[in-house]
């Protein structure tokens, strides 16, 4: 748990009224500003997007990757004024009493242009550390702010909260010149791992129309993810794609069919472990890491870097539903 420590300003006032806090939560003893980058959070006023899911807490993420963090609430209309109507600052503490340490935290809401965000932004981040901006929103419903991408080098996202998959690929590949982060492409490390098991040994067709994939509801996304990174992998012509559907068993997550008759191979994922099942041969298993979805956004956060593959797999599934 955080110590959490607020309190009003103004734009005008928001690194006076911070060096106050500062001052204050260092009354009883010392604690080191932790600061490792910029981190931008967007999150759309729940006015204009009153469903959304809140997700994973920010604070969670700020203790395994300190960082300046800004939050931006920003509510796009179509006139120019008023700009940022409200802010807010705070400094969370972690750690033991006897090495404590601390992250800045400032949320502004804003209302206006989406172009008038980056002179907002630059007022608010560190100079001289790299921006990573994390969409807390369902990309594929709530739009993304371009101006404000743009100024980071990271995108970090969930594709598992997309009501419209084909609509998130649309959004997400635009931005495939940014290092992409989808916390949902982690999930299946240990699905493709089980999958490489799988085609080592006799030869198998890998063919699209032999491979079927099942997945839970909550996991037709990562089906999704899972079709473009075979299709990348395996050069499939970019109009064809495996069959994906609703998966039948209750005690199977995510599942991949490959082949037809007595030579089937499957590769089941029941959220805890992965199965590979050759006929003929002793499974195999492959578990899967624990790891919470702020472990999951941090470790993004501290890799900043190109994830080829991911965006090999956007690309495919671009080009598949394109096509269609």
């Given at each position: 748990?955080?110590?959490?420590f607020?309190?009003?300003?103004?734009?005008?006032?928001?690194?006076?009224?911070?060096?106050?806090?500062?001052r204050?939560?260092?009354?009883?003893?010392?604690v080191a500003?932790?600061?490792?980058?910029?981190?931008?959070?967007?999150?759309t006023?729940?006015?204009?997007?009153?469903?959304?899911?809140?997700?994973?807490?920010?604070?969670?993420?700020?203790?395994?990757?300190?960082?300046?963090?800004?939050?931006?609430?920003?509510?796009?209309?179509?006139t120019?004024?008023?700009?940022p109507?409200?802010a807010?600052?705070?400094?969370?503490l972690?750690?033991?009493?006897?090495?404590?340490?601390?992250?800045?935290?400032?949320?502004?809401?804003?209302?206006?242009?989406?172009?008038?965000l980056p002179?907002?932004?630059?007022?608010?981040?560190?100079?001289?550390?790299?921006?990573?901006?994390?969409?807390?929103?369902?990309?594929?419903?709530?739009?993304?702010?371009?101006s404000?991408?743009?100024?980071?080098?990271?995108?970090?996202?969930?594709s598992?909260?997309?009501?419209?998959?084909?609509r998130?690929?649309?959004?997400i590949?635009?931005?495939?010149?940014?290092?992409?982060?989808?916390?949902?492409?982690?999930r299946?490390v240990?699905?493709?791992?089980a999958?490489?098991?799988?085609a080592?040994?006799?030869?198998?067709?890998?063919?699209?129309d032999?491979?079927?994939?099942?997945?839970?509801?909550?996991?037709?996304?990562?089906?999704?993810?899972?079709a473009?990174?075979?299709?990348?992998?395996?050069?499939?012509?970019?109009?064809?794609?495996?069959?994906?559907?609703?998966?039948?068993?209750?005690n199977?997550v995510?599942?991949v069919?490959?082949?037809n008759?007595?030579?089937?191979?499957?590769?089941?994922?029941?959220?805890?472990?992965?199965?590979?099942?050759?006929?003929?041969?002793?499974?195999?298993?492959?578990?899967?890491?624990i790891?919470?979805?702020?472990d999951?956004?941090?470790?993004?956060?501290?890799?900043?870097?190109?994830?080829?593959?991911?965006?090999d797999?956007?690309?495919?599934?671009?080009?598949?539903?394109?096509?269609?």
């Open positions: 748990m955080s110590d959490r607020w309190r009003p300003s103004t734009l005008d006032a928001i690194e006076h009224d911070l060096a106050a806090l500062w204050e939560v260092t009354k009883e003893g010392p500003r932790a600061i490792m980058s910029n981190l931008v959070v967007v999150r006023p729940r006015s204009q997007w009153p469903e959304r899911r809140v997700g994973v807490s920010i604070d969670a993420v700020a203790a395994q990757h300190p960082s300046r963090v800004v939050i931006i609430d920003h509510e796009s209309i179509a120019g004024a008023p700009g109507t409200g807010r600052v705070g400094v969370a972690f750690g033991p009493p006897q090495a404590r340490y601390a992250v800045e935290q400032i949320a502004v809401h804003s209302a206006g242009l989406d172009e008038s002179s907002l932004v630059r007022r608010l981040v560190r100079g001289g550390l790299p921006i990573s901006t994390w969409w807390a929103e369902d990309c594929s419903e709530a739009p993304l702010i371009a404000i991408l743009e100024m980071g080098r990271q995108l970090v996202y969930d598992r909260r997309w009501t419209n998959i084909e998130g690929v649309e959004v590949h635009a931005w495939r010149h940014l290092d992409l982060a989808d916390v949902n492409w982690r299946l240990a699905m493709r791992r999958l490489v098991v799988a080592a040994g006799e030869p198998m067709d890998w063919s699209p032999t491979i079927r994939i099942a997945h839970d509801a909550d996991y037709r996304a990562q089906a999704w993810l899972l473009g990174w075979l299709a990348s992998r395996l050069d499939w012509p970019p109009h064809v794609a495996p069959r994906i559907e609703a998966a039948a068993d209750p199977t995510l599942s069919t490959i082949g008759g007595e030579r089937t191979v499957r590769v089941n994922c029941d959220g805890r472990r992965v199965v590979v099942m050759h006929p003929g041969r002793p499974p195999s298993t492959i578990g899967i890491p790891e919470g979805e702020a999951a956004v941090s470790a993004e956060l501290h890799s900043l870097s190109h994830d080829v593959r991911l965006h797999a956007l690309s495919a599934l671009h080009r598949i539903f394109s096509a269609s």
